[in-house]
Structure formats: structure tokens, C-alpha cells
């Protein structure tokens, strides 16, 4: 290993800390960017109050071909609903324009499974509107006319639902636009003996319009449902610009989540949720690697220093892969894989300072000692990481769910190591030596008596010549 000239290691020491503050900076900031913003890699890991971490429904779109603006605005109104609710924590995104997706953390962990299955199967229950015709019956009056079908459908003409009580009763306001006034006088107008029908997806309810004179909105009460917020909420989710496919609806548990997301529309929209569970865990690693940067330092000086600079561009770059990966599931897969990177890299890095040490100490020069050991310690650490990222191209060919997350995970790390060892590891060691003073330092080199007194004797019978 070759040292760099002063000047190339100072610009490269440059460089890398300040790949190292952008990686802090994506890491815990959100960015505001002219035509978008990014969502800081910490704030998109999703982690309520137990393993099971909530859960998440994934909808098929059915809209061929939906806008932007339309997904934004669906993302933005579901997530709307489920906050009004007492989720704080939700997490709303589309998946291209194929799906949307719903995550949730029980909130205050008092909500139960079954509740938060409920509510994730009511954003499926199906479009919101009002019409002169009652789907599931004849089009017919009793005279045998047909009635003209006028329908005003919620995610065109419905402003806002609210919920209010009078008279200890509770009732829910439908409020429309400019243009569904109108399209709402045109439904009272052509319905025949004074009746409409809310529809809901596949559920349709009369209601009667006698004595209607003001057309901005429409009230709803005695309905057959009994749980009047599930009703409005419905309605809501019911108006979004997009068709969701209800009846294919995928609902999981999650211990966690990383993802980029496609249509957040702030840097808030993607919540932190600390769990004991989470924190214990993670303080422990941290713990952990405190420790062993100690010993490594107490035993090889600044080398330590190369070690931990070498696992923190190993943890920006899997943050970073992962958070490219589209609900990617981690929970406790990314402890356990980033414990298998972090190992791999501090015992590739411990036993290639041992062996420069050793045979620094048989006479050879610091360029030579660097060269003999690197070539020792990186065939074994290759061979590991290639096993490791095999064995996990099997796993994921042959899982699914989180263990299909551990595969994942797994290979993301194995190939890391291997560049953080070939690429990483021996440019900062190079920076490192480079600098006068630090090359002995960095190792806490120091010769035995013997070897000390033969150097001051060559050194001597140079001069003497």
C-alpha cells in the first residue's frame, strides 16, 4: 500500500468527512427541494409499541391510469381520515400507480387488532355518491315510468363530512362544492316520490328529501349503522379520487418499516415511533460497539477510528439501499443484520491490524507489513461475505414476509462488507499513513529492543559511509 502525497490526503480527508455529514444530515433532516422533498432516512422507520409494530393494507388501484394529483390528494385524504381517528402514527403512500398502502401503529397502544383491522377494511369498502336509482331494485316507479338515473358521485362533488350532535343526537353533514350543489339539486329534482339513495360500494339506503330547500349539503340521520363515526368515516374514505379494490385487500402485521414512499406530501407525513423494545435494542448495539472500538483502540490507536469511519459509511449505505426498496419490511431483521455487518466488518478490521502488528514486529517495513497482511485477511473475508450473500439469494428465493426481509438484509450487508473491506478500509489506511507522525500511531507500532538496535546500527554505518 502506497501513501498518498500530503496535499491528496488532506483533499481526500476533506472528502470523507463530508460524505460522512451528508449522510448524517440525510439521516435525521428532512429536505425541502423545489419539485419535491425528502424524507429523512430515521424519520421513515416506522416502530410502535411491540414487535408486531401494528399493521398494513395494501388496495389495488383500480383507476386506469390515475394522475398525480389524484393519488397526492387520495394519500392525502386517508391519512387525513385515519389521523381524525387518533392515528398519529399512520403512514400513507402509493406504490407507483398499481397500489396504496396503509400502515398503522396501534395509537397510545390501547387500540386492539381487531379494531385496526376494521378500520383498515373500511377504506375498502368502495366509492361514496348519491342516486336517483337504487341499484339493487327496479328503475321503475309505480306508474311504469323510468326514472332518469342522476348520480353524484363524492370524490367529484363532496367538499367535507363532519360529524355533529343535536338534541343528544348525532348526525353527519355532507357538504358539496359549488358544482355538486348543483348536481344535488338535479338528483332531488328527477327523484321519483321524493327519494334517493346513498350508496356505498355495494350497500344502498333510501332517504327522503321532502321539504329540501338548501342544497349545500345533505344531513344524515337514523341510519342503520350503528356506529355513526364508522359511517362518516366511511363516506370519507369513500370520496378519495382514486377506486380502491376492497374485496382483494391484503392486511398484515409489521414490526417496522423503511421505505421511500411515492406520493408523501410533507417531510412529517413519516413518523418515529420509539418502542422500549426498539430503544433497548439499539442502546445495546450501540453499547456494544462502543466496547469493541475501546479495545481496538486501547490495543491498535487510531486505527480504531479507521474501523468505526469504515461500519458508519457501511450503516449510511444500507439505510440508504433499504430506504430505496419500496415497503421494505424490517422489525427486527435490521438489528440483526446490521450486528452480522458490523461484525464482519470489526473482525475483518481486528485481525488485519493484528497481522500488520506482527509483522511489523519480524522486521518487515510498515509498506510491506500493510501489503502481507491485507492479502491474508481479505481471501477469508471475501470467502465469508460471498457465502453469507449466496446462502441469502437461496432465503429469498424460498421466503416470504420478514424472513424474506432477513434474506434481504443479509445480502445487502454481505455485499457492503465486501466493499467496505476491498474499497473502504484500505483508502482511509492509506489517508492514514500518509500523514507524518500517524503512520506508527495509527498501529501503535513499535519495534522490539533487538530490531531498534539493529536499525540505529545500519543507521550508523550508513553515516559512516
Known amino acids: 500500500m502506497k501513501k498518498f502525497n500530503k496535499n491528496t490526503a488532506i483533499i481526500l480527508s476533506i472528502l470523507m468527512f463530508v460524505v460522512l455529514a451528508i449522510g448524517f444530515v440525510f439521516s435525521y433532516v428532512p429536505i425541502q427541494f423545489k419539485n419535491g422533498k425528502f424524507v429523512s432516512l430515521s424519520k421513515t422507520i416506522n416502530v410502535s409499541a411491540d414487535l408486531v409494530g401494528g ?12 394522475s398525480e394529483k ?27 400507480n398499481k397500489k396504496i398502502r396503509i400502515e398503522l401503529s396501534y395509537p397510545n397502544g390501547v387500540d386492539t387488532f381487531e379494531t385496526a383491522y376494521t378500520k383498515l377494511a373500511n377504506v375498502g369498502t368502495g366509492a361514496f355518491s348519491i342516486s336517483t336509482v337504487n341499484p339493487s331494485a327496479s328503475t321503475s316507479t309505480e306508474t311504469g315510468e323510468t326514472t332518469k338515473e342522476v348520480v353524484l358521485a363524492g ?44 350508496i356505498l360500494g355495494t350497500y344502498s339506503q333510501g332517504i327522503s328529501i321532502s321539504g329540501i330547500e338548501d342544497y349545500t349539503s345533505l344531513t344524515l340521520s337514523n341510519t342503520d349503522w350503528k356506529n355513526t363515526i364508522e359511517l362518516e368515516q366511511k ?16 392486511i398484515n402485521t409489521m414490526s417496522a418499516t423503511l421505505s421511500s414512499g411515492e406520493s408523501a406530501s410533507s417531510p412529517s407525513d413519516k413518523t418515529f415511533d420509539s418502542s422500549t423494545v426498539y430503544v433497548i435494542a439499539f442502546s445495546s448495539l450501540i453499547f456494544v460497539v462502543v466496547i469493541m472500538l475501546a479495545v481496538f483502540a486501547i490495543k491498535f490507536g487510531l486505527f480504531a477510528v479507521v474501523a468505526l469511519i469504515s461500519m458508519l459509511f457501511a450503516s449510511y449505505l444500507y439505510l440508504f439501499i433499504t430506504w430505496l426498496v419500496p415497503s421494505f419490511e424490517l422489525g427486527l431483521s435490521v438489528i440483526l443484520s446490521l450486528i452480522v455487518g458490523v461484525s464482519l466488518i470489526y473482525s475483518y478490521a481486528f485481525k488485519f491490524a493484528q497481522n500488520v502488528k506482527s509483522e511489523y514486529n519480524l522486521g518487515k517495513s510498515l509498506q510491506a507489513a500493510l501489503e502481507s497482511s491485507y492479502k491474508k485477511s481479505i481471501v477469508a473475508e471475501i470467502i465469508t461475505n460471498v457465502m453469507l450473500f449466496l446462502a441469502s439469494l437461496v432465503l429469498m428465493a424460498l421466503s416470504f414476509g420478514e424472513l424474506a426481509s432477513v434474506a434481504i438484509s443479509f445480502a445487502i450487508l454481505s455485499a457492503l462488507s465486501i466493499f467496505t473491506n476491498l ?32 536499525d540505529e546500527d545500519e543507521q550508523t554505518a550508513k553515516e559512516e559511509n
Open 55 to 66: 399493521m398494513y393494507g395494501e388496495y389495488n388501484i383500480t383507476t386506469e391510469n390515475p
Open 70 to 96: 389524484d393519488l397526492i390528494e387520495s394519500v392525502s385524504l386517508i391519512r387525513e381520515v385515519f389521523e381524525d381517528d387518533g392515528y398519529k402514527n399512520v403512514n400513507v403512500y402509493s406504490v407507483g
Open 155 to 198: 370524490s367529484e362533488y363532496v367538499k367535507e363530512v363532519n360529524v355533529f350532535t343535536q338534541d343528544n343526537g348525532k348526525y353527519i353533514s355532507v357538504v358539496f362544492n359549488k358544482e355538486g350543489q348543483k348536481k344535488f339539486k338535479e338528483v332531488c329534482d328527477n327523484a321519483a316520490s321524493a327519494q334517493i339513495y346513498l
Open 423 to 454: 474499497c473502504v478500509i484500505p483508502l482511509l489506511i492509506k489517508i492514514g499513513i500518509s500523514f507524518k507522525g500517524l503512520d506508527r500511531k495509527l498501529f501503535l507500532l513499535k519495534k522490539r529492543k533487538g530490531l531498534i538496535d539493529l
Open 235 to 250: 363516506i370519507r374514505l369513500g370520496c378519495t379520487k382514486v377506486a380502491l379494490d376492497g374485496t382483494n385487500l391484503t
